[in-house]
């Protein structure tokens, strides 16, 4: 296993520990985003055109890219399904914030890499669980499981 492979597993091992120690409530309240099987056809069709326009011309779409891309892919290629639903909200909103920076210095990303703007004002909670319903059903379905129980236990 490489040196920043390791370190990103022992990175999200200690978050995801703190969190879980924390128990602190969700940002503003959020709740969960259910599942693919539970979001309407409406709300992933609305979900869709929202990762089109904000999010695919830096994360790419259902397919490509690997655990260590910077910025990552949201399909089950990538790392997005580690990460509860209010985590993602959060960062949605805010930006990546320090989490971003502690990627960063871990995985060099490469110059002119563009960070995750913040949205807040742009995008709305309810617009946030439309485009992670969408992405989640690119998922497999052991990893929607083990995002869903992230989020059960951290939001």
């Known amino acids: 296993?490489?040196?920043?492979?390791?370190?990103?597993?022992?990175?999200?091992?200690?978050?995801?520990?703190?969190a879980a120690c924390?128990?602190?409530p969700a940002p503003g309240g959020i709740a969960p985003?259910?599942?693919?099987?539970?979001?309407?056809p409406e709300m992933l069709s609305r979900g869709e055109s929202l990762y089109q326009a904000n999010c695919q011309s830096?994360?790419?779409?259902?397919?490509?890219?690997?655990?260590?891309?910077?910025?990552?892919?949201?399909?089950a290629n990538g790392h997005t399904w580690h990460h509860p639903d209010c985590?993602?909200?959060d960062v949605v909103l805010n930006g990546s914030g320090e989490m971003g920076e502690?990627?960063?210095r871990m995985m060099p990303a490469p110059e002119g890499?563009?960070?995750m703007p913040v949205f807040k004002g742009t995008l709305t909670e309810e617009d946030i669980?439309?485009?992670?319903?969408?992405?989640?059903?690119?998922?497999?379905?052991?990893?929607?499981?083990?995002?869903a129980r992230a989020t059960e236990q951290l939001c």
């Open 1 to 18: 296993m490489s040196l920043q492979l390791w370190l990103v597993l022992v990175g999200l091992t200690a978050a995801l520990f703190l």
């Open 22 to 24: 924390s128990r602190s």
């Open 33 to 40: 985003t259910p599942i693919p099987e539970d979001a309407t």
């Open 58 to 75: 830096c994360h790419g779409g259902a397919t490509g890219g690997t655990m260590m891309t910077i910025p990552p892919p949201h399909n």
């Open 87 to 89: 985590q993602l909200t």
């Open 102 to 104: 502690m990627m960063r």
């Open 113 to 115: 890499t563009p960070r």
């Open 129 to 147: 669980r439309a485009i992670l319903g969408y992405i989640k059903t690119w998922w497999t379905e052991a990893q929607r499981q083990s995002q």
